[in-house]
Every structure is written in C-alpha cells, then in structure tokens.
C-alpha cells in the first residue's frame, strides 16, 4: 500500500486501517435507541494519506482502479452515487465538527466483501477519518469519529443506516464482542467462549441499502414509533414493551406493528444474549440467534430465501449452535456460532449444501473478534 500510493502520489503516505464488522445479535435496533452486540472482523480497508499543496482532496480506490478530485475549499454536499461520496463524505462532515481538513492525496484498498452486510462502507468511511484526523493533527474520541462518519452516511452518501457499523468498526477491541447501547453510546465488552468460532457465510445475494427496502422498513418503523410516543409516551421503541405494541395496534400499519415487534422483542433477546455470555452459556446464545432470524424473517420480512436456506442448512450440522441473517437483510451474509473443534466442517458442509440446494457457491469465514480502528492506530498496527 504504501508502495503503490508513493508511485501513484509521489508521496510518502502515512498509513490507517479499519475493519469490517458482523452483529451477532441485534438487527435493525440502532435507529430507535435500541441495543446491538457487533464484532469487528479481519478484513480490513486500509488508508494511505500524503499531504499535497494544490488544495485539491484525490481519492484513489485500488478496489474500482479509480481516481476522483475534490476541491477542499469549496466541498459541498454533492454525492454523486459513487464510491467516492463515502471519502467525501467524511471529508465533508469533519468539517461539520470544526475541522478542516488540507489537500491531500488517498489511497484506498480493501479486502472487505462490498455490499455483503459486513459493513465496508463503514471500514472505508472510518479508515478515512483516521487518515484525515491525522493529517489535521487532530485527535477525537470514539463517539465523535463514530458519529460524524454515520453522519456522512446518513446525510452525505444518503444512507439512513444506525450508529452500530461506525462505532464498533472504530471501537472494536480483539477477542472481545461489544454490547453497544446505542442510545447512550455506551458499551461493554463481552468474551466469547474459547469453545466456539463466529462462521460468517456469505449468500453471495447482494442487498441495496441505499435506496429501496432497507428505507421502506425505517419508515414503516419510524411510524409505529410516532404512534408510541404520542399514545404511550415512550420516547424511542427502545422505551417500550410488547404490551404497549399491542395497545396501539389499531392506530399502526400491520406493517409498523410487526417491524415494531421485531425491534421490541430483538432488545430483549439481545439483553439475555449478554447473559447468557456472561453465564458461559453458550446454547442459550445459539437459541437466541435462532429466534432472532426467525423474527428478522416474519416480523421484520429482511431476510431472502437464499439467507433462509444457508441458516436452514446451517442449523442442521453438526456443532452448529446458532445461525441468522447479519447486517440490513435483504441478501447478505449469516453468521454463525459453531463449536470450534467443528468449525472447518461446517464450512465444508454448508459450502457443499448451499451448493447442490441453490446452485450458489457461499463464500465462508472462520472470524476471530478483532481490533477496531483507534485500537489499530494505537498499536502502530496498519495492516
Ligand atoms: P456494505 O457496507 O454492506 O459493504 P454498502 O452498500 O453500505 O454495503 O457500502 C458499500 C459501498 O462502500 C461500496 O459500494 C463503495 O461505494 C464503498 N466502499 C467500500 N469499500 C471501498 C473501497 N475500498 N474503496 C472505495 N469504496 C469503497
Ligand atoms: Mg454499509
């Protein structure tokens, strides 16, 4: 990287990384206050960045061979439905937060599966931060680089995902799954049991986010949500229970009711997932999971019949405690939990099932819990 960036800019370029992430529980609950339990995974975009005296922000992705100029000065919000609104983006939200930014030269590279639910828009827009944080010689906490890049997401590139990708592809810690409440922008790090491996297994069925039904269910769930608040007056979905929900069923959309319910019932599962942790009860978790899809499935309809058979397939091998649909929905990868010792048959045999049931070969990966950015970038650690 640090190669092809000085061939390309003539500049040394100092180099960032960040990862890519999977939920292992807690799907579509971080736009309404709710709780995640995400994970950063290891494969990682990395930034070089060397100053240049033009004025002029270039971004260079290895990942599209291609190479895109901004002017600093006069960077409006302009995304053009390109790769280059996520840099961009960032750039532009520093500057929200009081920070401007110098010209510069960036390279981007990744190993980030694009558009697979693993969040390598959040691992560019964080690797990217880091990058232009140091050139400014600026420091910022967690939530603060946490929320300017969801910033640029949401109001730059446009996408209305959650806080959840940010702050853990930045805050992440190795070996160690973080249970983020997403409203107070706390979190605890939680161990997973030295039995077990996270299998992520890639539907290789592409979701959009952006655009489409990933924006029609925050609708449907912003909806259900006003109807709470003017007639339970809980503030978030976060706030209320089941009981409510159903109190108000009449006054929603059957549709808000049932997103609505998924996002109720998906806080509490994610409550008991950081106990059963806690307990060492690794079974419990698996279960949790299991319940999970299927309310992603029925209740939140954000799953695809691909995903519900790679589960499918999953949940009958052995050593698998736990599948279900990560990410947005819509397509995208799985993640499981699968007793370590049977880790690498699992993958063989759900490759080979999802194969003969789908026509489809799945990409899999065995993942460890891995660093988040700032951890990175403490360590001295690029790659
Ligand atoms: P996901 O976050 O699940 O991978 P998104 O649609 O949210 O899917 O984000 C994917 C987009 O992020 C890509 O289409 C691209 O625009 C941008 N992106 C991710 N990694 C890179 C990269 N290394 N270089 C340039 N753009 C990237
Ligand atoms: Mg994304």
């Known amino acids: 990287m640090r190669r092809s960036h000085h061939e390309r800019f003539g500049g040394a370029g100092r180099i960032f990384s960040a990862p890519a992430r999977v939920n292992l529980i807690g799907e579509h609950t971080d ?3 709710g709780l995640v339990m995400p994970m950063a995974i290891g494969f990682r975009t990395v930034a070089a960045i060397s100053p240049r005296s033009d004025g002029r922000a270039v971004f260079y992705s290895d990942n599209y061979g291609e190479e895109v100029c901004f002017e600093t000065t006069a960077l409006e919000r302009s995304p053009r439905g390109h790769w280059s609104d996520y840099a ?3 750039l532009w939200s520093l500057r929200q937060e009081g920070i401007a930014v110098a010209g510069f030269s960036m390279s981007l590279a990744g190993d980030v599966p694009l558009g697979a639910g693993l969040s390598s828009s959040a691992s560019v827009e964080v690797a990217a931060a880091m990058a232009m944080l140091s050139l400014a010689d600026a420091e910022l906490p967690l939530k603060t680089v946490a929320t300017l ?8 590139v446009g996408a209305k995902s959650g806080i959840m990708d940010q702050f853990v592809v930045a805050g992440a810690v190795a070996h160690r799954a973080m249970l983020l409440d997403t409203r107070a922008l706390e979190f605890e790090l939680l161990p997973l049991p030295e039995e077990v491996r996270v299998v992520i297994a890639n539907s290789m069925v592409k979701h959009a986010v952006a655009t489409g039904e990933y924006g029609d269910r925050r609708d449907e769930v912003e909806a259900g949500q006003a109807v709470l608040r003017r007639e339970r007056g809980t503030e978030l979905l976060r706030d209320a229970s089941v009981a409510d929900l159903e109190a108000c069923r009449n006054r929603m959309s059957e549709a808000s009711f049932l997103r609505c319910r998924h996002i109720i019932t ?3 599962r ?3 997932a950081r106990a059963a942790l806690l307990d060492g009860y690794v079974k419990r978790f698996g279960e949790l999971m299991v319940e999970a899809h299927a309310s992603m499935r029925d209740d939140f309809a954000a799953s695809a019949p691909e995903v519900d058979a790679l589960v499918e397939i999953a949940l009958r091998q052995a050593g698998c405690l736990g599948a279900r649909i990560t990410g947005g929905g819509f397509g995208g990868c799985t993640v499981n939990v699968v007793a ?3 880790a690498e048959s699992f993958v063989a ?3 080979r099932e999802y194969a003969r049931e789908m026509k489809i070969e799945a990409d899999c990966f065995i993942c460890a819990p891995s660093d988040g950015a700032l951890a990175l970038a403490k360590k001295g650690g690029a790659a």
């Open 340 to 342: 370590a010792d049977q």
């Open 31 to 33: 736009y309404t206050g």
């Open 266 to 268: 998906e806080n509490a």
């Open 270 to 272: 994610v409550v008991e």
């Open 349 to 351: 045999a759900v490759r």
């Open 88 to 90: 961009a983006g960032v």
């Open 149 to 156: 890049c969801r910033r640029a997401e949401n109001e730059y």
